[in-house]
């Protein structure tokens, strides 16, 4: 075996060490904030994991290291231990849907065409462009848009009459479609499933019981790598369809003031701030 063998060898050895010691400490960490919890308080306890073992100052780029050698061992593990089909995706949704986002579809037929239009433009643009997806505009006061799990997306009214435009509301659903398209949504429920019934056997029931109470949640978290994520998929659908990819700046601007008056509770609660994430953006596409 040659230096150049014996170096690559050793390389990918400390990349395993280091791949299985970033996971054990973050499912011991998960493990330890649900030991103690209800089903009830699943999302809390999600949300303070978070916290402690996800923040990071830096755009969930590849190049960030242990954080991202941890997520994707993460997400492979979930794929693997965990198979759910597209058709119990669209079920699951489907049930969500009917039994509580129904009453709430706000009476805003030109509105919600809009944001179809703008998502079907999207689409067309993805990797998956015959996927079909459920896209509603809610009636609420908070300015919030969400995905859920079997490709349904919400817009609040509050959102809709807060953006300018079309190129920031494109960026906007572009965001919620990379978040089901990358299995963001399905993931999350995934492990959601897994903490909850740790050391048992899991069951489609118990997955399907995690994934309502979730979704009932409107938008409970992503850890940041996903949302930066997010935010970059929706750069590239938005370019393609023939939007302003710099909308966004705009946009988070006027985040940034709501954040500054606290009056973005929700959103801040569940994503980087806006500053970050503009500035993040604003270096992928080469504009200062």
């Known amino acids: 075996m040659t230096s150049e063998n014996l170096s690559d060898t050793s390389i990918k050895k400390d990349m395993k060490t280091k791949t299985f010691f970033i996971l054990t400490m ?29 923040t990071f100052e830096t755009c969930g780029s590849p190049l960030d290291g242990p954080i991202y050698i941890y997520k994707e061992t993460e997400n492979h593990a979930l794929d693997r ?11 699951l949704g489907q049930r969500e849907f009917q039994s509580e986002m129904e009453s709430h579809v706000a009476n805003r037929p030109r509105d919600l065409q809009k ?10 643009q993805s990797r998956f462009p015959d996927r079909q997806y459920h896209v509603y505009l809610i ?36 965001h919620e479609l990379t978040h089901i398209i990358n299995q963001h949504v399905v993931r999350k429920i995934k492990k959601m499933a897994m903490l909850a019934y740790a050391g048992q056997k899991l069951n489609m029931q118990q997955f399907q019981k995690i994934a309502l109470n979730l979704n009932l949640t409107l ?9 930066y994520d997010a935010d970059r998929g929706a750069i590239t659908l938005v370019k393609k369809a023939g939007y302003d990819e ?12 709501l954040e500054k008056k606290q009056l973005l509770s ?20 080469g504009k200062k």
């Not at 079997?150 to 809709?160: M, N």
């Open 26 to 54: 973050a499912l011991l960490s998960f493990s330890k904030a649900f030991s103690q919890v209800s089903e009830s308080k699943v999302l809390t306890a999600y949300k303070n994991g978070i916290k402690r073992f996800m």
């Open 139 to 174: 009636q609420s006061n908070e300015i919030n848009a969400f995905s859920t799990i079997g490709g349904y997306i919400y817009v609040t009214t509050a959102l809709f009459d807060y953006v300018d435009s079309d190129d920031e509301m494109a960026f906007v659903l572009g």
């Open 115 to 124: 944001i179809k239009e703008i998502v079907g433009k999207l689409v067309a």
């Open 266 to 285: 929700r959103f801040t609660s569940t994503h980087p701030t806006s500053a970050h994430r503009r500035a993040c953006l604003n270096k992928m596409i």
């Open 219 to 227: 938008s409970a978290p992503f850890d940041q790598i996903d949302e």
């Open 81 to 91: 231990l965990m198979p759910i089909t597209e058709q119990q995706q669209a079920d």
């Open 246 to 257: 710099t909308a966004f700046n705009g946009l988070f601007q006027k985040f940034e003031r």
